[in-house]
């Protein structure tokens, strides 16, 4: 079996709906096992990100930049780092904002910056941008635009339940999917 383990922060339950999303899509794949970590979490289940084939990062932008509590997450993971203990695992990421940018941009390198210390291999999304013609729509799967990870947009009147949309959900989801295939796939080539 592939595991990918999914670590995320969320203050208010828009990033935790967007890690769900994101975990029910990696297991939707044949052979993929997923596991979602809350980092308040994490100490209890550094053996299961030391064993997983690929790790999704995922925080809310705050202040333009990852969350405080994620970023302990990120400097406790240093202890990984001095071995590179989690060299060659496939890695990615997501975020969410109040704003529809929000400043997500400084969030996505950030974790794409993290990956890459621990000598992660990144995945991108993989879709084409939504919403940017007259016949685009906010269904559209990539409404915000992205390409390094999946990006979400929360209206700051509403909870967890209600927001992010649907695409935005539908995106993380496709995001997890592909996520999984590629750690699959690297995990059979047996590099
Ligand atoms: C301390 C703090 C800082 C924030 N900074 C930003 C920001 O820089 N840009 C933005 O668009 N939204 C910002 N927001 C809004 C959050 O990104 C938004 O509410 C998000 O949905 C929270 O996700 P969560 O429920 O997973 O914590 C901030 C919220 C908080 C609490």
Do not use: C
């Amino acid at each position: 079996m592939t595991h990918v383990a999914i670590v995320y922060h969320s203050g208010y339950g828009h990033t935790k709906a967007l890690a769900e999303q994101v975990a029910n899509g990696a297991a939707e794949v044949s052979g993929v096992t997923s596991q979602l970590i809350p980092v308040a979490d994490v100490d209890s289940h550094w053996d299961d990100l030391d064993k997983a084939d690929g790790i999704i990062f995922g925080a809310p932008t705050y202040m333009g930049a990852a969350s405080a509590a994620f970023r302990t997450f990120a400097e406790a993971s240093s202890k990984r780092w001095f071995t590179l203990a989690w060299k060659n695992k496939v890695a990615g990421g997501f975020t969410n904002s109040g704003s529809q940018n929000g400043d997500k941009g400084n969030t996505m390198m950030e974790l794409v910056t993290l990956a890459a210390q621990h000598g992660m291999i990144w995945v991108s999304l993989g879709l084409p941008p939504g919403n940017n013609s007259s016949k685009g729509s906010l269904a559209d799967l990539n409404r915000l635009g992205g390409s390094l990870g999946a990006l979400a947009q929360s209206n700051v009147d509403q909870g967890g339940e209600d927001a992010p949309i649907a695409s935005d959900r539908a995106t993380a989801l496709a995001y997890g999917r592909r996520v999984a295939e590629i750690a699959d796939a690297l995990k059979r080539a047996q590099l």
